[in-house]
């Protein structure tokens, strides 16, 4: 198990490279969603996030990270503005973000993996939403980059 960076600072980030009017040449996925993935010394990761009208709503981020129980597991940390949300938008980016990594990972031949999201103990709106987008309550432990207690919660995802 690991925990992201702060998806909250990706999506403030995202925000200024459209204020900035950086290009975003990649593809669309319907719902105002676009997607880009990043490899670099901390792993790859794919993005998805919604922006509509120059304004990033919504975005999920799914990071390929150690195995669990020798089955590749995916991270996942999600963010929504804070003008957009108690709307449905959290939910909608990590159903978008699964529905393509589950395609994505089903033409490479994986028959299952798991998706994971490590989160705060403070953290209640996301302690509540991950309950419902994994189906279970998390398992307690300690979050190894902040030294806090944390949930982690985790659902193995089949591709066929
Ligand atoms: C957590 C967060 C992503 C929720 O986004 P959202 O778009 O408001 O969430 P949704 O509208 O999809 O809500 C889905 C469910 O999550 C739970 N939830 C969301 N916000 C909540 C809140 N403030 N209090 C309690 N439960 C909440 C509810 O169960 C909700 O279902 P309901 O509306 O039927 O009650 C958003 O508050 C956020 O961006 N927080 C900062 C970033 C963060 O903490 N990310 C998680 C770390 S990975």
Known sequence: MSSMADPMDALVEIQQALNAKT??????????????????????????AKIINGEIQALSIFGLV?????????AVGYAVS?????RGLAVE?????????????SQSKVKSFYVEAVIDVGNSPSIRLAEKLFLCTGEKMI?????RPALWFKRLIVTE
């Open 93 to 105: 980016a990590f159903r978008k973000g699964l529905e393509e990594l589950k395609r994505d990972l």
């Open 66 to 74: 150690d195995p669990v129980d020798g089955i590749e597991c995916w």
């Open 23 to 48: 290009p975003f040449d990649v593809p669309e996925l319907g719902e105002g969603y676009k997607t880009w993935s990043i490899e670099n010394s901390i792993g790859k990761r794919h993005v998805f």
């Open 143 to 147: 979050d190894g980059e902040s030294g």
């Open 82 to 86: 804070e003008r957009h949300r108690r």
